[in-house]
């Protein structure tokens, strides 16, 4: 029996379309943090036939299914017991998946004695989930061709930011990640400006990461942040993930960095706002959004590790 950990990861220059073809690759270069607090716990055990269970349930999950079924044909895989709790909520714009098939590829990779080095299994949580790539490393992490493999951009002590997440709804996304970034692709008029401007937004992003540039992060990130939300918005029929309280905090926080608080937004495929700052502004920034109407929970995380082996 072999239990991995992994946390979810928040991109900073976001991902929305993949490839058309097979490898399940994003269309555009990527950049992302991993957070701390927040993560997917994985045990693969022997079993006589497969099974998954997540968060004490027993499910079947076409994705996971297409991944253990690829890797027991390419690695010849015994049957194998998996079962995954998150310790936070699962398909809410958490990036429960991107921690899910970290866990998931590390702990088969330990408990199978497969060998693979972190840029392998990269790739194969990758084929999971594209962000889950990036959830193998800690810190600042890119995804970025020609390999899509996530790649560690700096550790944590670089630039030890904070990330304050509002809840705003614990319901589960109507529409999944893959079905609305290929709905966006195929009918947003946007779709072609994002693929060209992506490339840019990424070369900003990490050129204020490597200079530790907090506006020029900021910036970029609220930007490709709002460049995937108008695709969204742009799409037929049209998709929108945010509450009426994910609007208001996106407005707090702004204000708050009028204020001169050291804090930017940003926002996946759901209705949870996840606030970035300097550690120094952490507790004004979550008091702030505790305040907004509609805000049910708050969340602290502090930036974290890539995938581990937590018993073996
Ligand atoms: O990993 P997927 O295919 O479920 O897509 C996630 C996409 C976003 O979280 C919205 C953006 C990103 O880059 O993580």
Not at 160 to 178: D, Q, R, Y
Not at 227 to 251: E, R, V
């Amino acid at each position: 029996m072999t239990t991995a950990l992994a946390h979810p990861n928040i991109a900073l220059v976001k991902y929305w379309g993949k490839q058309n073809k097979a490898g399940n690759m994003p269309a555009t270069p990527n950049l992302s943090i991993t957070l701390s607090e927040l993560s997917a716990v994985t045990t693969v055990s022997d079993s006589d036939h497969f099974q998954f269970h997540l968060n004490g349930k027993q499910v079947d999950d076409p994705k996971v299914s297409a991944l253990m079924s690829t890797m027991t044909d390419t690695f010849n895989l015994p049957p194998l017991h998996i079962d995954s709790t998150n310790n936070f909520p699962t398909s809410a714009g958490l990036a429960s998946s991107a921690a899910g098939f970290a866990a998931l590829v590390t702990g088969i990779d330990a408990h199978c004695n497969l060998g693979m080095d972190a840029a392998l299994r990269s790739e194969w949580a990758r084929r999971g989930s594209a962000s889950a790539a990036r959830s193998i490393c800690g810190g600042f992490v890119a995804l970025v061709p020609p390999d899509w493999q996530a790649q560690s951009l700096a550790p944590i002590d670089h630039w030890p930011l904070e990330v304050v997440v509002a809840i705003t709804s614990h319901g589960t996304k109507g529409v999944s990640s893959t079905e609305g970034m290929e709905r966006s692709r195929l009918t947003s008029p946007f779709y072609n400006q994002w693929l060209r401007s992506a490339g840019d937004d990424y070369a900003a992003a990490s050129g204020a990461i490597a200079a530790r540039d907090f506006e020029k992060l900021a910036a970029v990130a609220e930007l490709s942040c709002l460049k995937m939300h108008s695709l969204m918005l742009t799409s037929s029929p049209t998709l929108s993930y945010w509450t009426p309280a994910s609007i208001a905090c996106m407005d707090r926080i702004r204000a708050l960095r009028a204020q001169r608080e050291a804090v930017f937004f940003t926002v996946d495929a759901g209705p949870q706002i996840k606030a970035v700052c300097l550690p120094e502004s952490r507790m004004a920034v979550a008091q702030a959004l505790s305040e907004v109407p509609g805000v049910l929970e708050i969340l602290c995380c502090p930036l974290g590790e890539g995938a581990r082996i937590i018993d073996d």
